[in-house]
Every structure is written in structure tokens, then in C-alpha cells.
Nanobody, 119 residues
Framework: QVQLVESGGGVVQPGESLSLSCTAS???????????MAWYRQAPGKQRELVAR???????NYADSVKGRFAISRDNYKKTVYLKMNSLNTDDTAVYYC??????????WGQGTQVTVSS
């Protein structure tokens, strides 16, 4: 059974940084390395939105609201996707979820980790 476990969430002040990681288990290296890995977030009362995505070829794209502040990376050997978040603001407060997907072949979600930005 595939499991994704996020870590690194917490409470920070505006302007500070935070790093998230998400490690997969129960999935082999090859299908994982061929998948797209992503971070989504959901703030209270809002729909879940894509934050950042990194493809198997390591192409990345970001939500406009985080461009220049967040960076996504992946380590296939560690079966881990990372999200480095800089210059956090209160609008970044949300539950952050990682996702591993490859078309209709696989689509897995983590349980989420809370990020709170508050002064």
C-alpha cells in the first residue's frame, strides 16, 4: 500500500522560511521516478489549489502567488519531494498536501501538514 508522509509544517512569523518534505513508501523506484510530484494546499473555506509541481523530467511550475518564493525539488532515490518556502505571509496559511501522480496509472495523496503564518 502506497503511503505519503509529509513533515516540516509548523507556525512561523511573516517573512520567515519553512521547508516541507514528503516521503513515499510502498512504491517502487521506477514508477515513482516516472511520476509527477506536487504540493497542493487548502486554506479554511477555500478549494485545494496547486502550489508547485515537478515532473519526471524535473520541469517545474508554480502558482503565481508563490513564484519566486517557493522552490520544489525531488530525490527519487529517497522517494521524497521537497518544498522550500521563503518570505512566507499570512496568505500561505493552509494545510499542505503532497501528491504523486502519473496520468490514470497512479494518484496518491499525503495526509497533509499544517503551515500557519502568524505574527
Amino acid at each position: 500500500q502506497v503511503q505519503l508522509v509529509e513533515s516540516g509544517g509548523g507556525v512561523v512569523q511573516p517573512g520567515e522560511s519553512l521547508s516541507l518534505s514528503c516521503t513515499a513508501s510502498g512504491i517502487d523506484f521506477t514508477p515513482l521516478s516516472m511520476s509527477t510530484m506536487a504540493w497542493y494546499r487548502q486554506a479554511p473555506g477555500k478549494q485545494r489549489e496547486l502550489v508547485a509541481r515537478i515532473t519526471s523530467a524535473r520541469n517545474t511550475n508554480y502558482a503565481d502567488s508563490v513564484k519566486g518564493r517557493f522552490a520544489i525539488s525531488r530525490d527519487n532515490y529517497k522517494k521524497t519531494v521537497y518544498l522550500k518556502m521563503n518570505s512566507l505571509n499570512t496568505d500561505d496559511t493552509a494545510v499542505y498536501y503532497c501528491n504523486i501522480a502519473r496520468g490514470t496509472v497512479l494518484d496518491y495523496w499525503g495526509q497533509g501538514t499544517q503551515v500557519t503564518v502568524s505574527s
